[in-house]
């Protein structure tokens, strides 16, 4: 749309579109610099996708990183190279690991967010300069300091909280799993529930703000106390330009629509596409084969950045190893939404479980990183009917890791199995034959794996043979922290899907995070981060925060690129 300067409902310095970890970066770092921002969310909740993630951010260079160590800034640019291949984008990987280390100050210095070190091994430990240091969590924040914002931050996947305490990473469950056998584990689950309690006696349930909530929250409160206006259910429609340059943005607001003028820039951050039905379809190699896929970002997600940034001349690049962040998922019955999916990051790495296609044959590394299993999965499902897996054990490893929704001893499983999540049978050929599966192959399939097992090796696979795979394992298992016969009956099945936890490819943008045209040119006033950016790896998945760490920096780069040009800038 063209713009008329006389026909403006709002006129700020900088207009944000999302409410995600990248949209408040970019709305706070402008106000810190000077700029009025104002944020516009399309939904009635704020925080995105990252309230559904771990709250980690992958950032080399950083502090916790150079502390723990070791850490450098070629080793880290050799490792994103390795990962990026031939797609490797010098320029704006050079301003990624420049700007990363700032992000973390930025944010420590000038907001309520508060990380900590995060020894945790990345995901590809073949690659040139991989390190086990990049990562940071976030700190766990009182619900309490929210005030009215509690009631409007989005839930996390709240399937994945046991009693209240939210368990969604490796670290929660084992020190779940631990709680009973050293006093250290029973500690620290007992100050994770006393929080329970007090959130039901304050607010009437539990009020986990833990991990990709506690990020929101601390920025949504720094947000709030510098007086940045956040529009919820204010869907922005379109970009206004004037002389080539975005000047604003049409936003639907209470039953109006209202023309917004940005006189520095705007800033999309709306969560990328992972639920626009027809981009997915085209990028997605399973769902052009009509496969079923489950996408486990908000629903809102459904990819207004793009077309917004295509309208006014970008494109969205499609040339990346891979479009998206893709999760093992399985399908909790009785549910809908985001409640209805769980997150397979947990148990497949554990003794005692292996995944199968339904011709009964392992196809791949159960311990390797989520998105990598996904691609095996779909890979090895080509010439059959469905893309699905299926992850067996047996009733040793599902009493003491539990599997999928269902937890470990002593919780019962039963209501599992009646519902049909969970396929059970007192033999391997009565399991196979309840789910689907090639029985006599199974059998053989599991016999061979039982071979391995007893002895730690897996020559088929190589599974735990790296540092991240053990690290998801279980440590007091011996001789091999991922390896474990399946010897005892009953079985049980759980079925795997293909999702995404968001996409990787994304609107096209240079290293100030700038949305550029088909020839590499930037459009003026608009800006893409998060995961409505093209992703800086190019596809790849270098370790955990990988989504939320490169995102957030670009929505930094964004900032200080709109600061540094507000004073002589002019967008018509």
């Known amino acids: 749309m063209e713009g008329n300067s006389l026909a403006y409902d709002n006129v700020v310095d900088v207009l944000v579109i999302g409410s995600g970890g990248s949209a408040f970066t970019s709305a706070i770092a402008c106000k810190k610099s000077g700029l009025n921002a104002l944020m516009v969310e399309k939904t009635g909740l704020f925080g995105g996708t990252t309230c559904f993630s771990g709250g980690v951010l992958w950032l080399p260079g950083n502090r916790y990183s150079k502390a723990i160590g070791p850490d450098t800034r070629e080793a880290a640019r050799a490792y994103i190279q390795a990962e990026a291949g031939n797609r490797f984008n010098a320029a704006r990987v050079d301003a990624f690991l420049d700007a990363a280390p700032q992000l973390l100050e930025f944010l420590e210095r000038e907001t309520e967010v508060r990380f900590y070190g995060m020894p945790y091994p990345e995901y590809h430990q073949d690659n040139p300069g991989v390190s086990n240091v990049r990562s940071v ?23 994945q909280d046991f009693l209240g305490l939210a368990v969604g990473s490796n670290v929660e469950m084992r020190a779940l799993m631990g709680a009973g056998r050293s006093l250290a584990g029973f500690a620290f689950v007992a100050r994770k529930f006393g929080k329970v309690v007090a959130d039901v006696v304050r607010y009437g349930r539990p009020e986990p703000v833990v991990r990709g909530r506690a990020l929101i929250a601390r920025l949504a409160r720094t947000a709030a106390d510098l007086d940045i206006p956040l529009w919820l259910n204010s869907p922005a429609v379109e970009l206004i330009r004037e002389d080539g340059a975005v000047v604003g943005a049409v936003v639907q607001r209470d039953g109006r629509t209202l023309r917004i003028r940005a006189r520095h820039g705007v800033v999309l951050a709306a969560g990328g596409f992972p639920h626009d039905e027809a981009r997915t379809g085209e990028m997605y190699a399973h769902k052009r084969a009509g496969r079923r896929h489950v996408a486990m970002a908000p629903p809102g997600n459904t990819g207004d950045g793009a077309r917004m940034a295509e309208a006014a001349g970008g494109r969205v690049d499609p040339d990346v190893t891979q479009p998206a962040a893709w999760m093992p998922v399985s399908l909790i019955p009785g549910r809908e939404g985001a409640a209805a999916n769980w997150q397979h990051i947990v148990d497949r790495q554990k003794p005692g479980f292996i995944a199968v296609t339904r011709a009964g044959k392992r196809f791949t590394n159960e311990s390797q990183p989520y998105h ?116 005892r009956g009953p079985f049980y099945a759980v079925k795997l899907l293909p999702g995404d936890i968001g996409t990787f490819a994304g609107i096209s943008t240079n290293e100030h995070a700038q949305v550029i045209t088909r020839d590499g040119q930037p459009i003026r006033g608009l800006y893409a981060a998060g995961n409505d950016c093209a992703n800086v790896v190019s596809g790849g998945y270098a370790g955990a925060g990988g989504t939320l760490g490169p995102g957030m920096t670009f929505a930094y780069l964004a900032a200080q690129h709109i600061a540094g040009n507000a004073s002589g800038y002019k967008t018509g």
């Not at 897996?389 to 599902?398: E, P, R, W």
């Not at 049909?420 to 059998?443: F, H, M, Q, S, V």
């Open 137 to 159: 969590g976030t700190l766990d924040y009182p619900a309490s300091k929210l005030g009215p914002l509690r009631r409007k931050m989005r839930r996390g996947l709240t399937q």
């Open 372 to 487: 990598d299993f996904v691609p095996a999965m779909v890979e090895a499902c080509e010439d059959m009917d469905e893309t699905c897996a299926f992850l067996v054990c047996d009733t040793h490893a599902i009493k003491r890791y539990g599997m999928g929704f269902a937890k470990p001893d002593p919780v019962p499983r039963g209501q599992h199995v009646r519902s049909g999540y969970l396929i059970k049978g007192d033999t391997l050929a009565e399991l196979a034959e309840r789910a689907g599966i090639d029985g006599p192959a199974l059998e053989r399939t599991v016999e061979r794996f039982n071979s391995f097992a007893a002895s730690g090796a897996d020559p088929d696979f190589r599974r735990g043979e790296n540092a991240y795979d053990v690290s998801q394992g279980d440590p007091d298992h011996k001789p091999s922290p991922n390896l474990a016969p399946l010897t």
